[in-house]
């Protein structure tokens, strides 16, 4: 008879979300002894928590803090941050913590596991993920997207698959520490989630971790950071780098409308393989080129052939709400990039096009956007501003691009993007794009990004139907 090794042992879960319930069943059906402590205590908690009672899971609704006696084991969800009173108390007391990747990785069959294809970086993530995912379909596998998109991942290593694209925040990494995937990819780095790392060098420290020993190290080449990461990480088994230049040998790049390889070849130095057309990218943009040659450089690391690679891109389906083309009216492009929360991806966005009429606001979650308004002011045609911290973004604008205009739409109510969306197409001409890239956090008007995102879309599907 086998015994598991997590029978009878006492397990903190810590976050009733998607992936503390997940990790409580999986631990459950193992025999440890398991309850899940969350803050929260209302009507849909408690549907929760009543399913988990049926597993034989104790949960403990409305104590966020307290850390149930006997514990040996504290599994996290990623909100949680490192100083929430139940997490310093573990440490405290020298109990183990992970969170539900590491406890992922430690549940992994001992033979014939997946392999793990694992995907970092500020932005670009959930993109790579589901571009990577639909090349390895194309190749035959049986492949699965996981992470902070899909199947929560304790549950997906369970499953038959030939391999997993994983996707993982800063926050999952920080509470991994012996995770080793076959290939891994940090697509860039820019400040985010700073509040709760505490530092911008253990936000990058928490990213580092994917590069693991025996990793293939697949690096953004035109990334300071992310090259920084590959050349220092120790012990990985190779480094192979991706550019929007002509690529060097041990590189992917672009040639003239070509995607190509030039590090995952026979003879790297003198041979290269064709893997798409820069058209087969879409939404087109540079940085969803980049993405398409990291997802490429993940593919071909684990052996995925080049038409693979070319069929996989064109099978993918971009999500919503990502440089998304909402409808061209009266001559004016709109576009919906509502994903783009901090300055790094709504840079990444204005210089996909020009000129712009740029709609930006929300909350800035204390990140400069200085920077951000001087490399994009040459491209702009003017600047709609809305949500809480527009007045930052303002300043900014009356330092770096004083001839600017800017309309300043300080309503709140159900029907402030209409407005947002008639000054903008009040401020654009003929051939400009008007981009939501909002630079900000949704919270202080809408429930999320997609629901500022989706009023986008109606706002704009209003004025479509007006101009008709």
């Not at 029978?7 to 810590?14: F, I, K, Q, R, T």
């Not at 995907?119 to 589901?130: A, E, H, N, Y």
Request: glycine share 8%; net charge negative; hydrophobic share 50%.
């Amino acid at each position: 008879m086998t015994t598991s090794p997590w029978d009878g042992l006492n397990v903190c879960v810590a976050g009733l979300g998607v992936s503390g319930r997940a990790a409580a069943r999986v631990l459950a059906a193992r025999g440890a002894r398991v309850t899940i402590v969350e803050a929260r205590d209302d009507d849909e908690w408690r549907r929760h928590a009543a399913d988990l009672t049926g597993r034989g899971v104790t949960v403990r609704l409305g104590d966020g803090e307290a850390l149930p006696a006997g514990t040996g084991l504290v599994v996290t969800s990623p909100g949680w941050r490192p100083d929430a009173p139940l997490l310093a108390a573990a440490a405290a007391a020298g109990i183990e913590i992970v969170g539900e990747v590491e406890l992922a990785w430690r549940l992994r069959p001992a033979e014939g596991a997946a392999p793990w294809l694992a995907i970092t970086g500020t932005d670009g993530k959930t993109t790579v993920v589901r571009m990577l995912a639909c090349m390895l379909a194309a190749a035959g596998h049986k492949a699965l997207a996981v992470g902070n998109v899909g199947t929560p991942i304790v549950e997906a290593v369970t499953e038959p698959n030939d391999v997993l694209a994983v996707e993982l925040s800063s926050y999952q990494l920080h509470w991994s520490s012996s995770l080793a995937p076959a290939a891994a990819t940090v697509l860039n780095i820019a400040p985010d989630h700073l509040d709760w790392h505490g530092s911008m060098d253990a936000y990058v420290a928490a990213k580092a971790k994917i590069f693991a020993p025996g990793t293939v190290a697949v690096y953004n080449a035109d990334d300071a950071t992310s090259t920084a990461l590959a050349e220092t990480a120790e012990g990985v088994a190779r480094r192979a780098g991706f550019t929007l230049r002509v690529p060097r040998p041990g590189e992917l790049g672009v040639v003239e409308d070509l995607l190509v390889d030039r590090a995952f070849t026979a003879d790297p130095a003198h041979e290269a393989a064709e893997l798409a057309a820069v058209d087969d990218v879409r939404p087109f943009a540079p940085h969803n080129v980049a993405n398409a040659l990291a997802a490429a450089g993940l593919a071909r690391a684990f052996g995925v052939p080049p038409e693979a690679v070319r069929e996989g891109l064109r099978d993918f389906v971009p999500d919503p709400h990502r440089i998304q083309h909402v409808a061209d009216v009266a001559g004016v492009t709109y576009i919906n990039d509502s994903k783009a929360t901090q300055p790094h991806a709504a840079a990444a966005s204005l210089a996909a096009y020009e000129p712009v009429v740029w709609i930006a606001g929300g909350l800035l979650k204390g990140l400069d956007v200085d920077d951000l308004v001087r490399s994009c002011a040459g491209r702009l045609r003017g600047v709609v501003l809305m949500g809480r911290d527009r007045h930052r973004i303002a300043a900014a604008l009356a330092r770096h691009a004083p001839d600017v205009p800017v309309v300043d739409v300080a309503d709140t109510d159900t029907g402030a993007m209409d407005r947002v969306v008639t000054e903008a197409a009040g401020l654009a001409r003929p051939g400009d794009t008007v981009l939501l890239a909002p630079v900000g956090a949704s919270f202080d008007m809408f429930a999320n990004y997609p629901a500022r995102g989706d009023a986008f879309i109606a706002a704009v599907e209003r004025l479509a139907g007006d101009a008709r």
